[in-house]
C-alpha cells in the first residue's frame, strides 16, 4: 500500500511556510467549506485533509504529467514497500 503524506507534498509546492500543521496549510491554500468550529475531530480533519491534497495535486500537476510515480517520489516515506518498488522499476 502506497502511503502519501501531505505535509511532504505541501514542503514541495511550498516549500517556505514556518508551518505545516493541518491548520496552517488550511490558512495557506484557503480551503473553505469545513465544519465551522470541527477542527481536530476525525471526520473535519480527513475531510480537510482531502481537500488539501486535492489542491496539492493540483498544483503539482501544473503540465498535465503527473504520474504516480512522481506523486510517490515526492510524497511517499523512503522505506515503504510500494515507493520502493516503484523506484526499481516494478510497476
Known amino acids: 500500500m502506497l502511503v502519501i503524506d501531505t ?3 505541501a514542503k514541495a509546492v511550498a516549500p517556505n511556510l514556518k508551518s505545516y500543521s493541518l491548520t496552517a496549510l488550511i490558512d495557506e491554500f ?3 467549506d469545513l465544519p465551522p468550529g470541527a477542527q481536530h475531530r ?3 480533519d480527513a475531510f480537510a485533509t482531502a481537500k488539501l491534497f486535492l489542491i496539492l495535486i493540483q498544483r503539482l ?5 503527473l504520474t504516480l510515480a512522481k506523486l510517490a517520489e515526492l510524497g511517499a ?4 514497500p510500494y515507493f520502493l518498488s516503484i523506484q526499481r522499476g516494478l510497476f
Open 42 to 44: 476525525a471526520m473535519y
Open 77 to 80: 516515506s523512503p522505506n515503504d
Open 7 to 9: 505535509i511532504k507534498l
Open 61 to 65: 500537476d501544473g503540465d498535465g504529467q
Open 30 to 32: 484557503d480551503i473553505a
